[in-house]
């Protein structure tokens, strides 16, 4: 396993996810009438209805379905989000096995953190040796260029 996934491709699986993540976002909430831009729109009333009961839930859905949909996706048989999908990658432990349902809702969370200090967490990713960012060191995870199930312990360890 020497095959990493490297800091651009994974931004633009990010990139590709967060198109994805938008399009049903903007489809949550137009099915509650709530202004997709919240309370940033030029809108006079798009406040008031965001902060409506309607608002809310649209808000409250579309941040769970996020969550779920890194967790569910990188613990499937998978391996990865669609914008991993897309450009060949998936996420293992250290040995190259699919990481469990709370390995992934870890590494989701741990992904706060690499975010908050300043990107830091992410921009490790570009310098460390297996391109690892700070929310994969936190959980022992690993994304790799490879297909599902195409991965395993490198035979050169044997050498």
Not at 18 to 46: C, E, K
Not at 134 to 158: N, R, W, Y
Request: charged share 15%.
């Amino acid at each position: 396993m020497g095959n990493y996934g490297g800091f651009w491709i994974r931004v633009a699986a990010y990139l590709i996810d967060t198109i994805v993540l938008m399009v049903a976002q903007w489809m949550v909430f137009a099915a509650f009438g709530v202004s997709v831009f919240g309370v940033t729109s030029l809108d006079p009333d798009a406040g008031e209805l965001f902060s409506t009961s309607g608002g809310l839930i649209a808000y409250a859905i579309t941040t769970i379905g996020a969550i779920l949909y890194f967790v569910q996706m990188e613990s499937s048989a998978k391996q990865g989000t669609l914008g991993k999908m897309a450009l060949g990658l998936i996420v293992t432990d250290y040995n190259g096995n699919r990481i469990t349902w709370l390995r992934a809702l870890g590494r989701y969370f741990a992904k706060i953190l690499s975010g908050i200090i300043l990107l830091i967490g992410y921009i490790m990713i570009a310098f460390t040796d297996r391109k690892q960012g700070l929310h994969d060191l936190i959980c022992s995870t690993l994304v790799l260029k490879a297909a599902p199930g195409q991965t395993g312990v490198d035979p050169s360890v044997f050498d």
